[in-house]
């Protein structure tokens, strides 16, 4: 099986369910044709393919893959075995090891019927993989016990001989969903050797500490996710949902690595009485997700779905098609950015993000650890004590950057090359992850040797993998930081921090740290305190600022003092087109296709806007897509409203 993306591949999932007549399936793909797009995702429920006496009958889903072979529209198929008919997303792990045995008997049936039509390209194992909790299945709680009996914890090398809290269902349920998606992908093998094999996350800014998407490199040939509005972007307010998207294709593109990715899922109409908020993406929304998705290097997309079910929970809601199987004004609008892509194909076969060398890292362990002590409290409530503040912090400079236009990438800290020679002109930016392995401790000290720059706030490495408090002797990392913790105090949910240079004072969240200073010079504080430090060390230089400001500015709302504090203490290469200034409500990313180089740039704001680019290299702009008329000229751009404006730049 060849997989490789010439262009970009853009569809919408076909639901299929009893009750849809032949005609029917042949309009949903002759729909898929008619508006430019080229892949699908069908949902292969068992209970539609098993009759009474537990024999098959593939003869509903045979008809929506020979519309594919008609049309032209590759498909994946979602393997679905049997569950409740009130189950939406899917049950994640077998109950028992009949259950299991049942699993490996469907897979034998489904998988190797269907690769035989030619519209089937690939399979989805599982979908939206990540349970949320350890479940208490019987097959579940039996692998545990035989996974706690065979895994030894060293207290005395781990956590210096300290009792610890015990972290064995996350360090579990980590594994078991790599476990669980392996065996699917043998399975899958066995009858169909040469698919692509994909799977979709889902909810990735609480999931992602249930992935280790390194080890998924090995047996996956596609990464995906899905990003629904509705139920994904809850941290975000609504004009705040292009950056929730650009993070989530940001996660899922480092995860991936070298293998190609493309979004599962992306909300592609109303919701009613389904998902956490009621929502109807506009037109223009389609649009941007679209477009921040591809200049994301992903391979494609497709929306969830193109057709209402007409039955069960979701039953007339999420479709790109209305209830005549006509295109919506959403459809229209995803098939504008079809048209333009495949016009530009040459540009759009293989985009490159512009590297800047910032990397926001966040640590699963953080994410274990909040989860196991936070506790929920009827007096107050404050976004540090909340499970996630770690992933907002984190989130809050993505943001800052977006809005400056510049490249990001976000990476768990396990997915960051600590083996290069030299990091001159690479940063690293940990905001509030609480917990560290101690194994990443000589990582980042090497990092920092080299000549990277690493940027650390609030209260960063405060604990090691186990909870335990780092401070408590002499910090691993305290040779590059340049001091030592004298003390932690809870302040206000958010006060004021002034740094020397008078025109930098941000927002701070709950805690301020003071520091003993050693080799650190001071950046903040009076004759009294310290609280943050610029400390050389090797050939490259910490600031550590052991009070959140990313969650102040999560709080505040304010990202502008954080994107100045960021071009204070960050290298931002000259050569890269950004925003001359923060621009409040705009996005912007830049990819590179060949000699030439590409940019989107969106606008959130009530506003229309006018906007000053950074063009050092005086490159000349055409504008290859806009939704509203937007232009640039020279280095300024005029966009407006909820516009999407994709130029190109030779």
């Known amino acids: 099986m060849n997989h490789n993306f010439q262009v970009p591949e853009i569809g919408a999932e076909v639901f299929i369910e009893r009750g849809q007549t032949e005609q029917e399936i042949d309009t949903l793909f002759c729909q898929l044709k008619n508006n430019g797009m080229t892949i699908t995702r069908i949902r292969l429920f068992e209970p539609y393919m098993r009759t009474a006496d537990g024999q098959w009958d593939f003869s509903l889903f045979d008809r929506a893959f020979a519309a594919g072979d008609k049309y032209g529209i590759k498909i994946y198929g979602n393997l679905f075995p049997d569950t409740s008919f009130e189950d939406v997303g899917g049950f994640k792990f077998p109950r028992d090891n009949a259950h299991f045995a049942s699993i490996r008997e469907y897979i034998k049936n489904v998988v190797p019927h269907f690769s035989l039509f030619k519209s089937c390209v ?6 939206e993989i990540g349970s949320g909790s350890l479940p208490k299945d019987e097959f579940t709680q039996k692998r545990f016990e035989d996974w706690k009996e065979a895994t030894i914890s060293d207290k005395s090398s781990r956590s210096g001989g300290y009792e610890h809290l015990d972290f064995a269902e996350d360090r579990f349920l980590w594994e078991y969903n790599t476990w669980y998606l392996e065996w699917l992908c043998d399975e899958i093998r066995k009858y169909n050797p040469d698919a692509r094999l994909h799977v979709n996350g889902h909810a990735l800014f609480n999931s992602i500490k249930e992935y280790d998407f390194p080890k998924w490199r090995r047996f996956l040939s596609i990464f995906g996710g899905s990003a629904h509005a509705s139920w994904h972007f809850g941290n975000f307010e609504r004009d705040r949902y292009s950056i929730a998207m650009s993070a ?6 480092s995860g991936a690595g070298n293998l190609p990715w493309f979004m599962t899922e992306i909300q592609g109409g109303n919701n009613i009485f389904s998902a956490l908020a009621p929502l109807c993406p506009t037109a223009e929304e389609i ?20 057709n209402p079910r007409a039955s069960g929970f979701e039953a007339g809601e999420w479709a790109m098609l209305n209830y005549q199987y006509q295109p919506s004004d959403r459809m ?3 098939s504008g950015v079809i048209k333009t892509v495949n016009q530009n194909a040459s540009l759009f076969s293989n985009l490159k993000e512009e590297e800047s060398g910032l990397n926001i890292l966040y640590v699963r362990e953080t994410m274990w650890v909040e989860n196991k002590l936070n506790i929920s409290s009827p007096i107050t409530s404050y976004q540090g004590r909340s499970a996630g503040a770690g992933i907002n912090s984190s989130l809050a400079y993505f943001e800052a950057l977006c809005e400056m236009g510049i490249q990001c990438n976000f990476k768990e800290i396990c997915e960051f090359d600590f083996l290069k020679d030299d990091y001159t002109g690479v940063t690293i930016i940990l905001s509030q992850q609480v917990a560290i392995p101690r194994d990443y401790n000589e990582k980042l000290i090497g ?11 609030g209260l960063s490495d405060y604990y090691d993998e186990n909870a335990i408090c780092q401070w408590m002797h002499v910090h691993p990392l305290a040779q590059i930081l340049g001091g030592s913790i004298k003390e932690y105090k809870m302040r206000d949910d958010l006060f004021p921090i002034k740094f020397s240079d008078p025109n930098l004072s941000l927002s701070a969240h709950l805690w301020q740290g003071s520091i003993e200073r050693s080799t650190g010079v001071p950046i903040s504080g009076d004759s009294h305190s310290v609280y943050a430090v610029k400390n050389n060390f090797g050939k490259g230089m910490v600031v550590w600022v052991p009070t959140p400001l990313g969650l102040g500015a999560w709080v505040s709302k304010n990202f502008e003092d954080l994107s100045q504090f960021i071009l204070h203490y960050v290298f931002i290469g000259k050569n890269s087109l950004r925003f001359e200034y923060y621009q409040k409500g705009l996005l912007m990313k830049t990819v590179k296709a060949g000699n030439a180089t590409l940019t989107m740039i969106v606008n959130k704001s009530p506003d229309n806007r006018e906007v000053q680019i950074i063009n050092n290299e005086k490159l000349h702009p055409e504008v290859i897509f806009s939704n509203k008329g937007g232009m640039v000229k020279s280095d300024v751009v005029k966009i407006a409203s909820e516009e999407t404006l994709i130029v190109v730049w030779n």
Not at 293 to 301: C, D, R
């Open 122 to 127: 690939g399979w989805v194992p599982i979908n």
């Open 248 to 253: 989530t294709s940001e996660i899922i593109r």
């Open 287 to 306: 649009a941007q997700w679209l477009w921040i998705i591809l200049f994301s290097e992903a391979k494609g997309a497709m929306f969830w779905c193109l």
């Open 332 to 334: 229209i609008a995803a």
């Open 447 to 457: 990092f920092v040797a080299k000549g990277g720059r690493l940027i650390m706030d």
